[in-house]
Structures are given as C-alpha cells and as structure tokens.
C-alpha cells in the first residue's frame, strides 16, 4: 500500500471531525446537497461511491469471471453467512445489550428504535464498500464482484421478509425503489463503465500499459473518494451525534462485536476449508461490514430522520470504516495461513 492508503485510519478520523465540523460552520452545505436525491438515495454520494468503485472494476479481467465455478466454496461461505447466519446474530446481539445490559441508561422505547436500526444493518451485506476492501487485501476482483451480485440478487428478495420477521410487524414497508436504485448505481453502472474502460483502452494502448500506467493514475481515486464521502455522511448527521455522545458509545457496543463475530466466523471458515486468500479476506469482509447507504435510507424512510434507529445506522457508518481497516491490517497479517 502507499503512503495514502497505510495512514488511511487517520484520514478517516480526520474526515469525521470535518464532517462534523462542516454541518456545524457551514450548514448550507450539507442542505444543499441534501436536495439532490432520488429515491432516498443521495446522487452526490452515489457518484462519491461510484468514484470509489470504478478503479476496482476497471481493473477486473471478465474473462476470468468464469473462473469462479471452480472455486464455489467462497461463494458458499459468502451465502451462507450473510443469510442464514449474521441478520439473526444481529438481533440476537443487539437486543441483549440495548434492552438488557444498557437498561438503566436507554429507555425502553428508544432502546427498541435502535434495535430495529441494527436489524436493518444486520439485513444488508455490503456492496460497495467491500471493493475497498477487497482493493486493500489484494483480493480478487472479478470474484469478489461475483460474490457482492450474489449477495446483491438474494438482497432483492430476502431483505424485506428478514427485517419484517425481526421486527415483528406484518405492514412494514420496505423502499424497492432505494434498493433497486442503489444496485443500479453501486454495481451496474461502475461495472459497465470499468469494462468499457479497460476493453477500449487495452485496445488502444496494450494490456501492459493499461496495468503499469493507467491503473497507478486512477489508484489513488478510491481512498480520496473514501475520505470525501465520510466528510459528506458526518456534515449530514452532525447534529445528531454531538446530541447523543453516550447513546453512541451504547450502540457501538453490539455493532463492534457484531462485527468482529462475523469477519472471525467467515475468515476462520474459509481457513477450514483452505479457500485462497484472495478470496477468503473480501468474503470475510462483506459478512462483517454492512450496506449503510440502504440501511441509512431505509432507517429514515420507515422511522423518520430523527428516529432513533436512523442514529443507530449512522453509528454504523462511524464505527464501521475505522474496525473495518483494523481487520483488513488482521488479514493482511495472517495472509501466510491461507493457500496464495
């Protein structure tokens, strides 16, 4: 990794205190760019997410997308945790802190909002960022792209009916349109895009340019991106998190452990198996973090702006890019232990 991405922590931190800052000093920013959505889904951090994803794709060689067959066990372990497993660990862990550990200092009825904002966390894989972690681990592009479309398609159908069971209530209305919308947006437009890029440019220039060249020029795209984006997520939920200092600690609690939980289960289970590392590390990756562009969306959509379970998804997004990098530095140390 190069000097931008080795202190990417500190970035992070730094992006978080000026995101804050900006929402605080310069409100009109943020309200601005808050006008510009489709669908609850926010255009300027779309485009942010695109700029994010686009090197990662462009980099995948289709050709060996085919390859993915020969290795289902990555695709299985990816499946089987984010589906049967994580939305119920989810639950389960986040209502015996909230309702039980943190009796005393939540109130009952917000501690049940902020359970049903880790229920929607829980709910949705990642799918965007995990290329930044698969990009930070060395993984494979082409099948970590396979494994987030899966997640993706399975997401379309599972993620109403799960979060209705959780939450218990029959008439929940879940966004179709945001969740379509963010697919289209997250996954097939960079997609299409990465590989025009590389079909058109590697037939102009040869693939050995294209790999030395054009690559190291767009690389650094995808942390610069990470960063504004943070920037952009913390100006809009500023408020927020400076009125609730405590509450955020107390939901942090279940999302870190959650978290941890599922990256050790994923990446542990791939070891058993002797899948590659490559492919191990983003499988373990996507089970661990979580789709918070959808979970943020639909927090708001069916429990309003102010809700306590949007607060809890925006929690998601402070804790989740900081222990997230601390297990892509976890994987990129025991990467001996798997097959290369």
Not at 100 to 108: K, L, M, T
Request: aromatic share 12%; hydrophobic share 60%.
């Amino acid at each position: 990794m190069g000097f931008f991405e080795r202190y990417l922590s500190v970035w992070v931190a730094m992006a978080i205190v000026a995101g804050v800052a900006l929402g605080q000093f310069a409100p009109a920013v943020p309200e601005t760019l808050s006008r510009f959505e489709y669908a609850q889904v926010s255009i300027p951090i779309a485009i942010l997410i695109w700029a994010m994803i686009f090197p990662m794709m462009a980099q995948i060689d289709f050709s060996a997308v085919v390859g993915v067959r020969k290795e289902p066990r990555g695709l299985a372990i990816t499946t089987i945790v984010n589906w049967l497993i994580k939305p119920f660990t989810m639950f389960a862990i986040a209502w015996f802190f909230l309702t039980v550990v943190f009796q005393p200092w939540i109130a009952p009825d917000l501690a049940r909002e902020y359970l049903a904002g880790a229920i929607l966390l829980g709910a949705a894989p990642c799918t965007a960022m995990v290329f930044v972690w698969s990009y930070l681990t060395r993984g494979d592009a082409a099948y970590t792209l396979v494994q987030v479309s899966l997640n993706d398609l399975i997401m379309l159908f599972a993620f109403a009916p799960i979060v209705v069971f959780l939450l218990g209530i029959s008439d929940i209305q879940v966004p179709w349109n945001t969740v379509l919308l963010s697919v289209l947006l997250y996954i097939v437009i960079p997609l299409t895009g990465g590989y025009l890029t590389r079909r058109t440019l590697i037939a102009r220039h040869g693939e050995s340019w294209y790999d030395e060249v054009f690559m190291k020029r767009i690389g650094p795209v995808t942390p610069a991106a990470l960063i504004v984006t943070l920037v952009l997520l913390f100006a809009f939920q500023g408020d927020v998190i400076l009125q609730n200092p405590l509450h955020i600690a107390l939901i942090a609690v279940p999302l870190i452990v959650q978290t941890v939980l599922i990256f050790l289960l994923a990446y542990g289970w791939a070891r058993l198996w002797k899948v590659r590392h490559c492919i191990a590390a983003p499988g373990a990756m996507i089970g661990a973090s979580n789709f918070f562009e959808l979970a943020v969306a639909a927090a708001i959509a069916l429990f309003g702006l102010q809700s306590g379970a949007a607060l809890a998804t925006v929690v998601g997004v402070l804790v989740e890019v900081p222990l997230m990098l601390a297990l892509v530095q976890f994987a990129n140390r025991t990467r001996e232990h798997f097959p290369q």
